[in-house]
Every structure is written in C-alpha cells, then in structure tokens.
C-alpha cells in the first residue's frame, strides 16, 4: 500500500510539474500575476509529493518490505538499519528520485524564499526549474521506477554492495546532489533572463547566493568522495581520476568559474553573456554527469549498472535542456547590452584570468574522460589515465595559484599591479622560509615539493593580505584596524576562508603524494616494523564476528620513543549475502598526518604471517580540511545579509573615511 | 559481458587491499621495487581497467606484476618495459596515451584552448577599452569650462 | 562576426550530442581490447606437454596449416560453456585446435578434459602465464586463428558461441584456405 502510495505521489509531481513549467511562464508573457503567483504554489506542491514518495520508498527499505524490487535488489534483512536508509540512494533508482528531490527542494525554496524576486523572473524561473524536473520525473516513471513491485516476495534481499555500507554512503551522494542538482538554479535563472532579455547587477545579486550555496555543498560533496576513497578502497589513494570523479569536478570547476564571473556582473555590469552561457554550461555539465554514471558509455568502479537504454533517455534529456538554452542563447544573447569597460589588469581582468584557467582545465577534463569513448565508437583504442592529467591538469594550477594570490589585491576598472605586489611582500617571505624549512628537513625527497608547498603558503598569506590591506594593518592603530575588521562584510572573510582553504588542500595533497612512507611485508604476530620514525608491532590477528559479516582483525599497537601513540584495528570482511570481500583499514590521525594499517591475507609462504601494509601519510588530513575551511567560507559569505536580502544595506560611516572599495 | 562483470566485481571487491603488490612479489633492491613501482603505475589492468597493475587485485594481473619486476631488475629501462607492454595489448595498456594522430586532439587541446581563450578575452577586452578613451576636449571646449568655473 | 561566437556554443553541443551517441547506438562493448598482434607473426615460444603426454606446443608447430589456439584453464567457468562449441568445432572445421592450459595444475587440466573432452591435437603448459602475456592475452578463454604462414588473423577475448562459429569462424577459416 504504502509503495503504491509512493507511485501515486510521483504520478501527480510529474503533473504539478507539467503545469508548473507552462502557467508561470505564460503567466510571465501576459502579466498575469495570479497565473505568475501559481509557480510557487506549483513548486512547494511538486516538493511535497516528491518527499512524499521519497519517504514511502525509505519506509519500504526500513521495513524491509520485499515485495518491492528496489529492497530485494539493495537491502538485505540482517543489514544494520543505517546502511537500510542509506541504500535508499545506493543505487539507480532510488539515487535518480533523491536527485528529483533535490530539484523539487531548490524549487521550492525558491518559491518561499525568492520574494525579494521580481514577479516576472521568479515564475520564469520557476517553469524552467519545472521543465527539468518534468524531464527527470518522466524518465523515471518510464525506465527507472524504485516502486515496482515483485509478483513472488523472496524471504530475503541480495543485499547492498559491501562497498556501500559505510556513512559515507549517508553524506556524499546527498552533499554531492545538493551541489550538482542545486546548479540547476544558475541554469534556470540563466534561461529565465535570456527569455526576458535582460541581464543586470541585480539578476547577478540575486543568483549569487544559489550559486553559492551548490558551490558550497558540491565542494563538500566532492570532498567526502575524496575522504571516503582513501578510507575504504586501501591504496591511500583520494583520487584516481576515474570517469565518474571527473564528472563530479567538471561542474565543480564551472560553477566556481561561474560564482566569480558572476561578480563582475554584479559589481561592473560586464562579462554578462560569458555568465549566462556558463550559468547554462554548467548545470549541462552536471547533466553529463548523470548520463555518464548510468549510461554505460565509460567503464568506472562507480558506475550504476550498464544500460544504453536509459542511456539514450537521459542524452535525450541533456539534448532538450541544453540544446534548447544554447539555442536560445544563440538567438537572444547578443542583443545584451555590453556593460562595464575596463582595462587587462584590473580586479576584472584577474577575474576573466581566472575564467579562462578554470575553463581550460575543465575542457581538459572533459577531453581526457570522454575522447578515448569517442575513438572507440569509431574502432580505436586509446586509454587516457592519471599520467595524462597530471600532465595536463597540474600545470594549468601554477598560474590559477598564481594569479588566486594576487587577484584579489587588484582594484576594480584599472589597477596597480607594482602596489598589489608590494603588499605581498610578506606572502613572497612566507615562501622564502617556506622553501627553505622544506628543503631543509626533506632535501632528499622530490624537488616538486619546494613549488607545491610555496604554492600553498602563497595562497594562505596572500588570502589573510587581502583582508590586512582591507583593514590598513600597519597603516593605522591596531584598535582602528580592529574596528575595520569587525564591520567587514561576512562575505570577505568568506573569501578569505576559502582561498587560504585552497592553499591547505594543497599543501596536503603535496605531503601525501610527495612524502608517504610505505612498508608491504609479513608480519606475524609479535613482528614490529619501523615505520617514518614510529615502531608499528602487530599484535595479533583473530576472527570477528559483525552483524552481516565475518572478519579477520588484526591489532597493531603504534608507538614512538617508546610511548603508545595509538592501537589499530584494520580487518579483512567477508560480508553476506554477496560473500565480497572488503577491507575496514586502521587509521589514526593527529592532523598533521596519517598512520594507515591493512591486514592482509595470511602469507603463503610464512604459517602464522600475514600480508600487512602501512603506511604513514604526512598532511593528508589537511586535503580534507581544506575543504571544509573552503566550505566554512562559502557558507559565511551566504550568510552575508546583502546577498540575501538583494540590495545594498546601508553601513554606519566609520571615522577614518570611506570603507574601501570592494 | 559476463567475463567482464565477473571480473569487474573481483576487482571491485578486491579493490579493497592498498596496493595489490604481496610482499613475496616486490624486488629486494628497493630502488628497482620503487622503479617497478612507477612502470606499472603507467600501466592499466587489461582485466580490471579502471586501475593500474599495482593496485589490481586481480589474479592474472600478479603475473603481469611479475614480468615487470623480471624485466626491471634484468637491468630493462622503464621505456623498453613499457614497450614491451605495449607490444602486447596495443594502446590501451598505456595509462599515458602516446603522442599520435589519433591523441593530437588528447594532448594538443588543452595548450591550444588556453591559447585561443586568451587571445579572444583578451581581443573583446580591448575592443571594449579601445571604446572608453577619453576624447581630450577641445579648446572651445576648455574655455567653456574654464567659464563655468 | 559577433554572432557567430554566440552560434558557437550550440553548434559545439549539437556535435557533442552526436558523439555521446555514435557509441551507445552502436554499442560497443567498452570491455573488449582489440589486439596489436593480429598480421603479426605468432610469438615465439615452447610449452612443456600436459604429464604423460608426448607433445606440448611449440611456435614451429603453428605453421604450414591454417589452425586455432585456444586458451583454457580448469578454473575458467566461462571456459567450460565453450568446451562443448570447441568440440563441435574439432569435428565440422577439420582444423587443428592447439591448446594452451593458462596457470593450472596438470591434475585439474587432465579432470576437466576427462570431463568435457578433448578438442585439441596438442596442448602447451603455460604455467607462469608468460606465453599468454606474449599472445596479449587477459585472462580465459581467448581464441585465436593463426594462418599457414605463422601469423594471427582473428582473436577473440571472449567465449566462442555457437553463432561466432557461424557468422566468423567459419566464414574466416575458408577465407584463409582451410578445407
């Protein structure tokens, strides 16, 4: 009952959805504001229904209802209840309504939210939001429905993929959704300003803060992939420039080339058609994305299952929604009005800078993942790996660092770049003691790691320069400068937060590729092992029983000078019902690194020993933190009142003049 | 297909172990076990595809592992190891696509987009400042001002 | 010239599209490698005989007739729903059908023969998988026809169905100038 339930509630958001991308949008054309109004009312409709359906397939899971394929194909009964509701959205089905749920979600706050919109683009952008959300409902219905029901109830499920039963399952995809899916809103109000022919500052001030927000979460999203990789998979590893992974950066990289030339939208009225066809590009992208996880084109450890059929729906889909913005931007863009001018170096010209790299390493990922699919349609066979964007990829990073440190020093329209410079003086010292420190405690490791880590040192302190020029350290008394620091809007330490969070990503990712320590050998219980100045001594190894698995686990105690650092517990699962074989690695972190342990299978060649293989990660924590410093920093720019609110708050005017220029 | 989802869930599932290299597998000298190493590292699992041979857990891929660790300690540069591979199982094996008509595209586009972006931004740029010169104001012009003041 | 740049966007997309569609309508499967060493000459090598028989397989035997090599293992399970198409084959082709055991023990290669027959004039122990690796293989079964000459015409890196028999084998052997 309650499935059907489910079914019904799906049915009937496809037709909310169907007149939520037609009234508005007439409404819209003829001024008619109750007709205008009903997009609202149509989105918070279509929001509930869709929960609605989304809680009866939870509920269907929870209750390990197995009549219903979704739950035999993903759950079994012995699974503990967490990994019950995460399966929710471990597979095709159910990751495709959590998706349209996501979509109903923005479309609904839009909805709530959006009164300071005016009436003709919010029910413009609301009947795109619906047209989206039609496409992927309709696909559903037809090739993808999680409510079908099985004629003959098997006892019991197949259970969900080894793999997938970890929290990670709980954060990622949903995080991940909320950033991909939330660019959905840039895309509708994109489309929606082309329909009206008109982009001003004020449709910049008012898609910033959506931006921002999918921004935010898909960084989030794409870093809980990272984090739970290196967890699980047990080669350390936090990325592999997988298809998949790739079609989870790509929007990354155009939505924060998005969020920055939606900037100089806001505060120089220029770069506005560039915007839009990004706003455009980049929920395309998000949609390649989709495609390439569930169509079977390019193979990945990440794939759903292989199935050209939804393939061919879903190209469908990137086809209409795409095609019809490009199409439309084709026609309507060059009838808008060219905006500010303003000289190369300039804030503007930083910005366009940053554009340009940012998508240039996004075509690059694009290229890398998806010719070698292209060649073999047409009988070659080429295979394009992680050699191939390091290559490509990184070199493209060394001006993006550059330019990221100096960028925001600039003023706007035309800027002194010698006085940018020399405020960064103390940035060009930091690297200096950096480089030296460096290479002076690792000078036999790789020389790579001297530019990285002055790479990473440049950004912190030029980020935390922005914000001491901005408050005149050094120029005024400290209590004055102290006041200035208070009365800054959110949104500059926002962005100070996140540019230095890039710095910290990497310097971590430096440590970790650059200076791992790794030590593969048997060990037999009561064997001990030096490794990067700690003593790792097994323990021993036994049987473990878990609630749907069975387990070797073996204990290591760490110490170092003789004091115990810590006590790990990696274990070799056997999981039921699939009988997959899964490893749970031992880690301990004090921040500034990683220990890593995996117990292995006993060594042929030794009774009693097994294969063990540690490691010792340096910074690796810091890729992660990173990201969440990145996070923190997006988040307290949206919390910034004006960007909200949509127009300018008055500020109380200090004693020491104007407030500098932003 | 059945092969290659059978496979595909061995790898995934034995995806989990760190690098898949056992211990009786590495080479003693460990400047030439770190050479192996970063050979394979360049090299994809035919079976797994989606990882390299060091990190496959796969059956078949130990013994590839194998011949890379002969070849290298038999003295065999990392050129000729990967060429041997390459021999073998063509284009695909090379996690670093070689440098041919058909990968032009791979390797040329991204040099080739950067280059292109920055010459029109920097082109539409410059159409735009060409337009904001001020004009300098005439001698009527000035005296007009000169008596407004 | 303007308005050419803002065409650009769809016109790149609507290429793309095509793209992304030639290989799901064509579907390919992704999974298959193709081989460099087809109009190669086979790879030089010399396989020590299954326990108790005369002869193994050699590089040289692969001459002077049209013939097939397969490569099977006992732990193969797709292996054993070609075996009965192998048979077939042996008796309609009257081509020989060389055969190289990958990575077995000679106990289980002889139970599974006994089992589900012996299609093959020779077979060659490839223990240590080397000679395989040389052949470009990739795991089991892969078959391959080797020419008069000595040189690989055709390989395949997935069982032989009764329809690959049909459609390719057959039709390639008689190309080649097998009777």
Known sequence: MIPELGQFALVLAALVALVQSIVPLVGAARANARWMAFGSSAAIAQCA??????????????????????????SFAAMPLLYKITG???????????????????????????SNLPRGLKARVLAVQGMVGLGFLTFILATSDPFARLADAPPDGQGLNPLLQDPGLAFHPPFLYLGYVGFSVAFSFAVAALIEGRVDPAWARWVRPWTLAAWSALTLGVAMGSWWAYYTLGWGGWWSWDPVENASLMPWLAGTA??????????????????????????????????????GLTTSVHSFALDPERGIFVLGLLAAATGGALTLYAIRAPSLKVGGLFQPISREGALVLNNLLLSTMCATVFIGTLFPTFLSAIGVTVSVGPPYFNSTFLPLSIPMVAALGVGPLLAWKRADLGGA???????????????????????????????????????????????????????????????RAAALPRSAWGTMLAHAGVGVMIAGMTGTALWTVERIQAMAPGDSVELAGYQVHLDSVGPVKGPNYDAERGIFTVTRNGKVVTTLTPERRTVHPQEQAVTNIGIHTDFLADIYAVIGEPDPGRPGAYVTRLYHHPLVPWIWVGAVIMVLGGILSLSDRRLRVGAPTRRPVHIHGAVSAE | ??????????????????????????????????????????????????????????????????????????????????????????????????????????????????????????????????????????????????ALK | MRRLIFILPILVFVGLVAYFATPLLNQTDPTLIPSPLIDKPVPTFDLPPLPGHQKGLNSADLKGQVQIVNIFASWCIPCRAEAPVLMGLAKTAHVPIRGINQKDKPEDAEAYLRELGDPYTSIGMDADRRVSIDWGAYGAPETFIVDAEGRIRFKQAAPLTQADVRDTILPLLAKLGAK
Request: with cysteine.
């Open chain 1, 421 to 483: 410079l020399a405020r960064l003086k103390f940035a060009a010292l930091a690297m200096a003691v950096v480089v030296a420190g460096v290479y002076a405690i690792n000078h036999r490791g790789p020389l790579l790691a001297l530019p990285a880590m002055a790479g990473a040192i440049w950004l912190i302190v030029s980020a935390i320069t922005e914000i001491a020029a901005r408050i005149r350290l050094g120029q005024i008394p400290l209590a004055h400068s102290l006041t």
């Open chain 1, 258 to 295: 998005l969020l920055h030339s939606a900037i100089v939208v806001e505060k120089r009225d220029a770069l506005k058609s560039w915007t839009i066809l990004l706003a455009i590009l980049t929920f395309s992208l998000s949609l390649v994305g989709t495609f390439l996880v569930r169509s």
């Open chain 2, 1 to 146: 297909m059945r092969r290659f989802l059978l496979t595909l869930l061995t790898c995934v599932g034995l995806a989990a172990p760190a690098l898949a290299v056992n211990p009786d597998e590495m080479l003693k000298d460990p400047a030439q076990e770190t050479r192996a190493e970063a050979i394979g590292r360049q090299l994809r699992c035919p079976v797994c595809k989606t990882e390299s041979i060091e990190e496959s857990d796969a059956d078949f891929t130990k013994d590839l592992r194998r011949v890379v660790r002969e070849q290298v300690a038999a003295g065999k540069t990392n050129q000729q190891v990967l060429d041997f591979m390459h021999e073998r199982y063509g284009d695909f094996i090379l996690l670093r696509p070689p440098f041919k008509p058909a990968t032009w595209v791979l390797w040329l586009a991204p040099p080739a987009l950067l280059i292109l972006g920055g010459a029109l931004a920097f082109s539409v740029m410059r159409r735009r400042k060409g337009a904001d010169e001020t004009v300098p104001l005439t001698a009527a012009e000035k005296t007009e001002l000169e």
């Open chain 1, 49 to 74: 229904l869709i929960v609605v359906a989304f809680l009866t397939l939870a509920y269907a899971h929870i209750v390990s209802d197995f009549s219903v394929q979704n739950v035999v194909e993903n």
């Open chain 1, 88 to 114: 929710v959205w471990g597979n095709h089905e159910g990751s495709m309504l959590l998706w349209v749920m996501i979509l109903a979600f923005y479309g609904m706050l839009i909805g709530v939210f959006g």
